[in-house]
């Protein structure tokens, strides 16, 4: 088992908390490492489980965890938990998953997950569009597909993100959420293999020559993938499309890392929008 053998490696650094009398991580700590990796292996799926789970009209439980231990993390140790589904049954589903420092392997596992109607667990057939989101992230598919479109095409899903998380989440009154502007500029949609919107954004023109994308939403539980980034680009490639020398927008301050990693930088100091603190940044194209 090797590193290079997971799509899925998730971070995780050892806490104080963590290690016993011996100096070294508790067995038993490994498990809920595990626990953590598949919490990320499916939003690297893009499928925020209990939503999808709900939507499946089931859940998954553990049946069985195998562990070999090789090797001994240690306190402040920077790991990398690797997790893959080896195979299906007909109402199971084999993962194996392995603890790394570095390239070398500390722990191995053998899991077993069993799909079960959720009141009385009772095993079913594991859904054939889980099976297909799970295969196509294995082999190296898009697991979000990002359109581009009209209010009147994407606005309704779109408008339920910018509600769940400007509105809802952030406290921003609706009525500075919604504008006339909508109903004229270009939106992006991102939604995963099941259809469930996930992230949005749009595009109208600030003056000529100039584009600015704004309302950019990711509900919480995507938020650290790469979904945002692949909303954006939609919308630099679009902008880049019609003409525009630059884009420009308005960056929480919470969110200005993700802008510089794209290629945007800081313009003027920040200010207050919506009771919320931003930044003005800009991009060529």
């Given at each position: 088992?090797?590193?290079?053998?997971?799509?899925?490696?998730e971070p995780l650094r050892v806490r104080w908390a963590e290690i016993d009398a011996q100096g070294?991580?508790?067995n038993g700590h490994y498990l809920t490492y595990l626990d953590t990796a598949m919490s990320g292996y499916w939003r690297a799926l893009a499928l925020p489980y209990a939503d999808s789970m709900k939507q499946l009209g089931g859940d998954l439980f553990v049946?069985?965890?195998?562990?070999?231990?090789?090797?001994?993390?240690?306190?402040?140790?920077?790991?990398?938990?690797?997790?893959?589904?080896?195979e299906f049954g007909n109402s199971s589903m084999k993962v194996d998953?392995?603890?790394?420092?570095?390239?070398?392997?500390?722990?191995?596992?053998?899991?077993?997950?069993?799909f079960a109607e959720p009141a009385t667990q009772t095993p079913q057939r594991v859904p054939d569009a889980l099976r297909d989101a799970i295969h196509g992230f294995e082999t190296g598919q898009p697991v979000v597909d990002v359109a581009v479109g009209s209010w009147r095409e994407l606005g309704d899903a779109?408008?339920?993100?910018?509600?769940?998380v400007f509105i809802e989440e952030q406290g921003i009154p609706a009525d500075m959420e919604w504008d006339a502007a909508d109903a004229s500029c270009l939106h992006a949609l991102a939604r995963n293999r099941f259809g469930r919107p996930l992230a949005t954004g749009r595009l109208l023109e600030h003056v000529p020559g100039v584009a600015k994308i704004g309302r950019m939403a990711v509900l919480r539980a995507m938020r650290g993938t790469q979904i945002g980034r692949q909303v954006l680009d939609a919308l630099m490639a679009e902008a880049k499309k019609q003409g525009y020398r630059e884009v420009l927008l308005h960056a929480q301050l919470s969110a200005e890392n993700f802008y510089l990693r794209a290629g945007f930088q800081r313009r003027g100091q920040p200010f207050e929008e919506a009771g919320i603190a931003h930044v003005e940044m800009v991009r060529g194209l």
């Open positions: 088992m090797k590193r290079q053998d997971f799509r899925h490696l070294i991580v508790f049946r069985r965890s195998v562990l070999d231990y090789l090797g001994s993390a240690r306190y402040d140790d920077r790991l990398d938990i690797g997790v893959r589904c080896r998953a392995g603890v790394f420092r570095g390239e070398q392997l500390l722990v191995q596992a053998d899991m077993i997950y069993v779109a408008g339920a993100i910018r509600r769940e």
